[in-house]
């Protein structure tokens, strides 16, 4: 039972269940945890989704180098990742899916960088001085996998360091759906990902005769997900010193935005 005003990014008792066995348990034999779990996440989602520094966090949540803690110890052990994976699968099933896709999208979006340093580049294209996150999502428009780089990382370069997994992991995805930037090689290369199972990049392309903005199909799911992450503050730039963290944070927006649809689908 929370002693204080609730914050809107805190979690109701019902996504506190849906997490709550997701959580890691504390470690046998050490010190009482002095804070709960659930106050940190809260901690977590504030900093998200308000954009404020983790040491700028209100006094009434847990103090920031505990929040901030336990998120650099998720990200380093794949906590964040397992945790969204599973959540993923679990909202598949509520939407009449199977857990693993059979379908996708990928593309990258361009964002600036902050004089907090890190790796970063020059996007001639969009001419940004950031980093690139470069995202491949189903036909819901969930996350299946995210790689941030600086922004003068070629697409098709990257795509291959984003969708190497494939080789061993998501046996049941077929198709991928991607713009001209990816064309080339890596059609090629990512067919031969597989010896069994092939997986498809179908390029998506405009035709001459369209002006102006046109919806492509297939290709305006992955331009929702990056919508998406306008829901947070923190996403509005890359304000991360290691790419490492601007990936978990995005596997964290999209855990948040999750587990309030696998609520409210159970909530009817």
């Known amino acids: 039972m929370k002693t204080r005003t609730p914050y809107p990014t805190d979690l109701s008792d019902a996504e506190w269940d849906v997490l709550q066995p997701l959580v890691p348990a504390a470690k046998p034999g050490g010190r009482p945890e002095k804070y709960p779990k659930r106050d940190i996440l809260d901690g977590i989602f504030y900093s998200l989704q308000s954009g404020c520094a983790w040491r700028l966090l209100p006094h009434d949540l847990p103090p920031w180098r ?13 906590t964040w990742k397992r945790i969204h994976d599973t959540l993923r699968g679990d909202l598949r099933e509520l939407e009449g ?21 890190g790796e970063k580049g020059y996007d001639g294209g969009k001419q940004i001085n950031g980093r690139k996150r470069h995202i491949l999502v189903d036909t819901l428009g969930l996350l299946i996998a995210v790689l941030v780089t600086g922004a003068n990382v070629q697409d098709r370069d990257a795509a291959k360091s984003l969708l190497a997994f494939l080789s ?35 390029i998506v ?22 919508s998406w992450f306008g829901k947070y503050r923190r996403l509005s730039k890359d304000y991360e010193y290691l790419t490492q963290s601007s990936e978990a944070l995005i596997y964290i927006a999209m855990t948040h935005l999750m587990v309030r649809r696998i609520v409210k689908h159970e909530a009817f």
């Open 168 to 202: 061993h992991q998501f046996t049941r995805l077929r198709c991928i759906w991607a713009d001209g930037a990816y064309t080339g090689q890596l059609v090629e290369w990512v067919w031969q990902l597989r010896r069994y199972r092939k997986v498809c990049l179908e």
């Open 97 to 117: 899916r199977s857990r693993q896709p059979s379908a996708g999208s990928i593309d990258s979006q361009s964002v600036k960088i902050t004089e907090r340093g």
């Open 66 to 78: 505990s929040v901030y803690s336990y998120f650099r110890l998720w990200r380093n052990d794949g």
């Open 205 to 226: 392309k405009r035709s001459d005769d369209m002006k102006g903005f046109v919806v492509l199909p297939k290709r305006w799911i992955v331009e929702r997900t990056f």
